[in-house]
């Protein structure tokens, strides 16, 4: 697997000179059928700002989003494995960092046959004391509606999963934390599950306190809640103690976990190669995938 992987780093150059807004053949389901909850229209035209080759870290810019979308990326090279992951862009919940913590993610997980979907939720946030509930609703409705097609994208329902990068990671922790939808049901898709089967949370924000070392009040851990899998740099600005206090308290309810913490590697990183260690959370996470039996469909 390790060095699959590290193949496909050999051509991330494709990704980084190639990726599109969306790609021209890739399949867009929208994810509410009308409006989305709360939705009352005073945000500006949505806006992509394109990335800027010469900046090793540039991204494209998604903002003002008002109409939620998932973007489906199918295995093509490797045979599909059954198992889905919704991927959750950061961006302090102001833009969505598109290609670097999205499609290039999605690409990743296609590599390893697992079917994608790259969420485009709404941003800037809509509640700024809770900035996190917009994106949280899409996400769960995200979840509810790739579960409700699992036949027709020959999926395995009980091994959805979602990954999240920042304000994203912080969106992906939640989703997986809430076993209750945080908006009324809009129809028969409602009805199923909004819980992912395990989450990846790569250097989430907003998890924990801004003052104080400890978990926010609406961030509560059962023995329901789905195994996760943390990446974080020690000398993150965001500080990597949303991803240890979360850790921590998931194992006080034995559910299972994997944190890394890497010395280096500040905010940002993505998947992008680079000469910190903190480059090869991908490798260490279809490891943890593949050794908690999401890559394989049951009975084999």
Known sequence: MGNKFFTWLGGIGFFLLGSAVFAADAEIIRVWPGKAPGELGKIGPEKVEPNNPAEKNSTIRLTNVSEPTLTLFLPKKTPANGAAV???PGGGH?????????TEVAEWLASQGVTAFVLKYRVPARDESRRWLAAVQDAQRAVSLVRSRAEEWKIDPTRLGILGFSAGGETAGLTALFNEKQYDAVDAVDKTSSQPNFAVLVYP???TEKDQPKLQ???RVSKDTPPMFFAHASDDRVTP????LLYAELKKFEVPAELHIYAKGGHGFGLRPSSSPAST???RCAEWMKNMGFLQAKGK
Do not use: F, Q, Y
């Open 86 to 88: 919704i991927v959750c």
């Open 94 to 102: 102001r833009i969505l960092a598109w290609d670097k913590e999205g």
């Open 205 to 207: 924000g907003g998890l």
């Open 217 to 219: 009040s609406h961030v």
């Open 241 to 244: 103690l949303n991803s240890v």
């Open 281 to 283: 959370w991908p490798a």
